[in-house]
């Protein structure tokens, strides 16, 4: 089977620039495990300041630690990658995910692996994969997801309409719990969840999944990533939107959302053995 990916490669690799998991200060240990890891293989490791405090060490502020790199590491899970990735992009350095637990859709490199993953690294043994990242406007903001953008309902005990259009052209109305716009990195998230298709993740393309619509109708879609599409929140409690299950924003009645790929990529380093397939298969049990 033929898995599209591309022969890019990092010019240098002898600094990386580390994030850990926040409010995690139990993998201290795990952390001196692996910069001793790459330490044996001539890579020196540096500290995000945040992640340096919670383990008492000294760090480096995010725009240092991008600026010093030649690449990124997070360490944590599928959650901790994502924070990196929007904290860091518009520095386009690669970002390698190291999973201090069961392997993850994104972070596919486990603790046990670290060590013979560094020794073909240094071999050029890895791929890169240069995956889309979307940008929502709201109001004046400009917020940037890698995984999902949702507008979701801000009571429980009421249902919220939207109004959709995609390259200003009206398409459809939307009355439920929320709705979620995915990209084919975030298909295997929330989007999942809720009934909508795996997309694969070097795909560009939307994902577009009602919640718990209010119609049988209503249906996921999946567009091409050059549509602009914008959300109309009609309901009078306004609506929450949420970016990559992790940052929220209030948005007033009749407010718009709009939305559209981002000019910038994320980078991430990836086993070269790493075969999507394999991991829908084992983190879904497909086959079994």
């Known amino acids: 089977m033929k898995i599209i990916t591309c022969n890019e490669k990092l010019k240098t690799c002898n600094i990386a620039g580390i994030i850990l998991k926040p409010n995690s200060p139990e993998i201290k240990n795990d952390f001196f495990k692996i910069k001793t890891y790459f330490q044996e293989y001539g890579i020196d490791i540096i500290l995000e300041k945040n992640s340096a405090k919670m383990i008492g060490e000294d760090g480096f502020s995010l725009k240092e630690l991008c600026q010093e790199s030649d690449f990124l590491i997070s360490l944590g899970g599928d959650g901790t990658l994502l924070s990196v990735v929007r904290k ?9 995910g190291i999973h201090l637990g069961t392997l993850g859709f994104l972070t596919d490199i486990i603790f046990d692996d670290v060590l013979s993953f560094v020794e073909n690294f240094k071999k050029d043994l890895y791929t890169i994969d240069n995956r889309m990242l979307i940008e929502a406007l709201v109001g004046n903001k400009t917020c940037i997801a890698f995984n999902d953008i949702v507008i979701s309902r801000k009571s429980i005990s009421s249902m919220i309409k939207i109004n959709a259009k995609i390259d200003n ?27 909508g298709p795996i997309v694969y993740p070097l795909t560009e393309a939307f994902i577009l999944t009602p919640i718990a619509s209010h119609s049988l109708r209503q249906r996921p879609l999946v567009l091409p990533a050059n549509f602009e599409i914008e959300f109309t929140i ?53 086959g079994n």
């Not at 860091?88 to 390698?96: D, E, R, V």
């Not at 718009?256 to 999507?276: A, G, M, P, Q, Y």
């Open 88 to 96: 860091t992009y518009m520095y386009k350095k690669a970002i390698l």
């Open 169 to 195: 052209i009206p398409f459809n109305s939307y009355y439920g719990d929320g709705i979620i716009l995915s990209t084919p990195a975030g298909s295997t998230a929330y989007n999942l969840s809720v009934g």
């Open 234 to 286: 009609l309901d009078k409690q306004g609506a929450v939107l949420i970016i990559d299950g992790q940052d929220t924003y209030e948005i007033k009645q009749n407010s718009s959302v709009k939305i559209k790929i981002s000019s910038h990529k994320v980078k991430l380093i990836h086993r070269e053995e790493r075969n999507f397939f394999k991991i829908l298969n084992q983190k879904l049990g497909w």
